[in-house]
């Protein structure tokens, strides 16, 4: 089985037909929606390793319940090391986004999910970045999540045409205005920061 996530890549060995494994521990710990191909190779001693055959690629999700939580819905969060910047947003083709969220932060990705800051500020340009792609076409309008945040979008913004593949950045631009006001709107964000600093300011 190959696993592939970032940077990151590990290949997991479940034996042969005649003596399969029904588990194996990952080496790494740092995955959270990797793409995964399952490999048949030739374990002969000339040639070990000659790819035979293989799947097309699919992504694992977690099943504990700590995995479910930062795993769940159209965007993924894991602490992880993005010193200097506080958070960092990766965009990959067969895998929802995920957001890295600096792992120094108590319990980064539920912070990340409910911090009002966060929320108010990080996660409206987040979700610019993630449509500047989806707008310019640089991932298949088909693929499981660009289809989901298509999804999602029909709600937030509901009746408005969406502007994919346009060259014109002004309608681009327009629409993800459009679309951060309607979520904004929606989440009361602008609200939710002022008593946030309101609460900080006080004595």
């Known amino acids: 089985m190959r696993l592939v996530e970032n940077k990151r890549v590990e290949l997991v060995d479940f034996g042969t037909v005649g003596k399969l494994r029904a588990a194996r521990d990952l080496q790494s710990k740092g995955f959270v929606a990797p793409s995964c191909q399952l490999r048949i190779a030739d374990p002969g001693i000339h040639e070990k390793g000659l790819l035979l055959a293989s799947t097309d690629n699919w992504t694992l999700k977690g099943d504990s319940d700590n995995e479910r939580e930062n795993s769940k819905g159209i965007l993924l969060f894991l602490a992880d090391d993005t010193a200097p910047q506080s958070w960092k947003l990766e965009l990959r083709e067969s895998e929802f986004p995920l957001v890295r969220v600096d792992r120094r932060i108590p319990n980064a990705a539920m912070w990340a999910r409910n911090d009002p800051t966060f929320v108010g500020i990080a ?37 408005e045409e969406v502007p994919i593949g346009t060259d014109d950045r002004q309608a681009r631009l327009n629409y993800i205005d459009l679309l951060l006001d309607s979520f904004c709107m929606r989440h009361n964000t602008a609200d939710a920061l002022l008593a946030e600093a309101q609460l900080e300011g006080a004595p």
Do not use: C, H, T, Y
């Not at 707008?135 to 088909?142: G, K, N, Q, S, V």
């Open 123 to 159: 996660l409206p340009a987040i979700i610019a970045q993630i449509f500047d792609a989806i707008l310019r076409a640089e991932f298949p309008d088909d693929a499981e999540w660009v289809a989901a945040w298509l999804k999602w979008a029909d709600v937030i913004a509901s009746g």
